[in-house]
């Protein structure tokens, strides 16, 4: 059997797949204008409940993309941060911020660090405790991170009444 490789839909396609689905059209016929199976169509909508999820937009503080180019090209030079920040008009610490969390002086690029804002930014999050082993020290906290069940049922998730119960904080405090 002839495996297809994974297809990356551009927002133009998923738009059109969006309006399609809004009008009425069916899985396998909105699928057939992309010469694809309904089963992979079904993913991009059932991952919002089947609405068309709101135009993402950039929070007013954010960084643009120019900036971070603007921030690249001031790298590339070896100018200060001070200095790109003053070309900006941004305080120095967001330029010292956003270089350090995005590899550095020597391997900051703006594309990748705008998209890796753009993901970051999306919601909803993982809870910390899933995936963040400092948090989760001990298989029995690992399990409780997991929402596995313990002897006194399921533990919710963000609630530090299991780490009280384990020992791991003090009540009082």
């Avoid at 079904?42 to 960084?63: K, N």
Wanted: with cysteine; charged share 30%.
């Amino acid at each position: 059997m002839k495996y297809r490789t994974r297809t990356f839909y551009t927002d133009k396609q998923k738009s059109e797949m969006w309006g399609r689905w809004q009008r009425g059209e069916s899985l396998s016929s909105i699928g057939h204008r992309f010469d694809r199976a309904s089963s992979s169509i079904f993913p991009h909508l059932a991952l919002t409940g089947g609405i068309r999820p709101r135009a993402r937009i950039r929070s007013g503080p954010a960084l643009s993309l120019e900036e971070r180019e603007e921030i690249s090209r001031g790298l590339a030079v070896d100018r200060s941060l001070r200095s790109i920040a003053r070309a900006l008009e941004r305080a120095p610490w967001t330029i010292s911020w956003e270089v350090r969390r995005n590899s550095g002086r020597k391997a900051y690029r703006a594309a990748q660090s705008d998209q890796r804002a753009w993901d970051c930014a999306r919601r909803p999050k993982a809870c910390k405790l899933s995936y963040n082993e400092a948090l989760c020290p001990s298989k029995e906290v690992e399990g409780a991170c997991a929402g596995e069940r313990t002897g006194e049922g399921l533990i919710a998730h963000g609630s530090p009444a299991w780490l009280i119960d384990l020992g791991y904080l003090d009540p009082a405090q």
